[in-house]
């Protein structure tokens, strides 16, 4: 069993930048790739990027590649997000996500965080 708790969100202006982490419960958190995704208002939830259990092979959806990178600390069983040049259009609820093997856009996690809420304003 694998706990997940996000935090860092918040109220940003456009042009800014947050960092996401994500705090994993579990005697085998660190084996477990780790991914985010986000919901808008109104739309579905998609995926946002993902890391596989050793902070290796970072895979992004087009629209955050070049501005949000995503990492995580084994030592502290931790994941984050760091998000840059933020835009209105990244308004959303960002869900941390674990899963016991690869995670991808295809693929479903095992395990979902509580979600953070992160508002641009223009």
């Known amino acids: 069993q694998v706990q997940l708790v996000e935090s860092g969100g918040g109220l940003v202006q456009a042009g800014d930048s947050l960092r996401l982490s994500c705090a994993a419960s579990?005697?085998?958190?660190?084996?477990?790739?780790m991914a985010w995704f986000r919901q808008a208002p109104g739309k579905e939830r998609e995926f946002v990027a993902s890391?596989?259990?050793?902070?290796?092979?970072?895979y992004y959806t087009d629209s955050v590649k070049g501005r949000f990178t995503i990492s995580r600390d084994n030592a502290k069983n931790t994941a984050y997000l760091q998000m840059n040049s933020l835009k209105p259009d990244d308004t959303a609820v960002y869900y941390c996500?674990?899963?016991?093997?690869?995670?991808?856009?295809?693929?479903?996690?095992?395990?979902w965080g509580q979600g953070t809420q992160v508002t641009v304003s223009s």
């Open positions: 996500a674990a899963r016991r093997s690869i995670l991808v856009p295809t693929t479903t996690p095992d395990y």
């Open positions: 890391i596989t259990y050793s902070g290796g092979s970072p």
């Open positions: 579990g005697r085998t958190a660190s084996t477990y790739a």
